[in-house]
């Protein structure tokens, strides 16, 4: 099946820096990536959307000039947290859908876990 | 997304069948019935989707009630790798890919040995 990583798996980084999150596609090319956050005992909540090559769309209520994310390419997409504070400390999740578009499902990546001092 | 009614939680005993219930009674004619999951620590997975009829794969089974308005997920053996949340969503689109998921609280399913 489609295995989609993430890198770091966890990172703990002081207040007042930034951390860069990668989410990779190894077996296929993702149109669109997704980015999650999850806070303990939470649901997931889907924080922006990416197209290979466009700007990313973010949910209501997500600063996109603090999530920065990229996805310059089909296999690639980063999740930059700016100036991290600890209330952006949680469970961070992409996922990526592939070329066959409308019938391809979500594959989820195994999650950052970020812990900001 | 049309809105999903679950329970909280389930507990099951090992090697027997589980049946996890969602409601969803303001479905639309077009949405398709996901079911991810979500073990500890870990990202969601897929499960099985449909949109009328029942569906089975290697994982589980999906009941589709004949009005649509609920369903019911199947785990023929539940194992001790099985205890997770299990989020049940609807989509309009038929792989659930072309958008971000809008999940639930789900149905955290315990299991004992």
């Known amino acids: 099946g489609a295995v989609v990583s993430q890198h770091p798996s966890w990172v703990i980084c002081k207040s007042g820096t930034s951390v860069k999150i990668e989410c990779r596609s190894l077996?296929?090319?993702?149109?669109?990536m997704f980015w999650y956050r999850q806070f303990p005992k939470q649901s997931l909540m889907l924080m922006a959307t990416?197209?290979?090559?466009?700007?990313?769309?973010?949910e209501q209520g997500v600063e996109k000039d603090k999530f920065l994310i990229n996805h310059a390419s089909l296999t690639l997409s980063t999740l930059t947290v700016t100036s991290a504070h600890p209330e952006d400390s949680s469970f961070y999740i992409c996922?990526?859908?592939?070329?066959?578009?409308?019938?391809?499902?979500?594959?989820f990546g195994p999650g950052t876990r970020l812990t900001v001092l | 997304d049309a809105k999903t009614t679950q329970p909280n939680s389930m507990e099951s005993n090992e090697e027997e069948p589980v049946h996890l219930p969602c409601n969803h009674s303001?479905?639309?004619?077009?949405?398709?019935i996901h079911w991810y999951r979500q073990l500890p620590s870990q990202g969601p997975e897929y499960v099985i989707h449909?949109?009328?009829s029942n569906v089975n794969n290697r994982m589980a089974s999906l009941a589709i009630a004949e009005d649509r308005k609920s369903s019911t997920l199947i785990l023929h053996r539940a194992t001790l790798r099985d205890a997770a949340v299990y989020y049940c969503?609807?989509?309009?689109?038929?792989?659930?890919?072309?958008?971000?998921?809008?999940f639930g609280k789900g149905t955290h399913l315990i299991t004992q040995p």
């Open positions: 077996d296929f090319q993702a149109t669109t």
């Open positions: 449909g949109l009328t």
């Open positions: 303001t479905i639309s004619g077009t949405d398709y």
């Open positions: 969503i609807l989509r309009d689109d038929p792989g659930g890919g072309a958008d971000g998921l809008t």
């Open positions: 996922s990526a859908s592939g070329l066959a578009g409308l019938t391809d499902t979500q594959y």
């Open positions: 990416s197209n290979e090559g466009s700007k990313a769309t973010y």
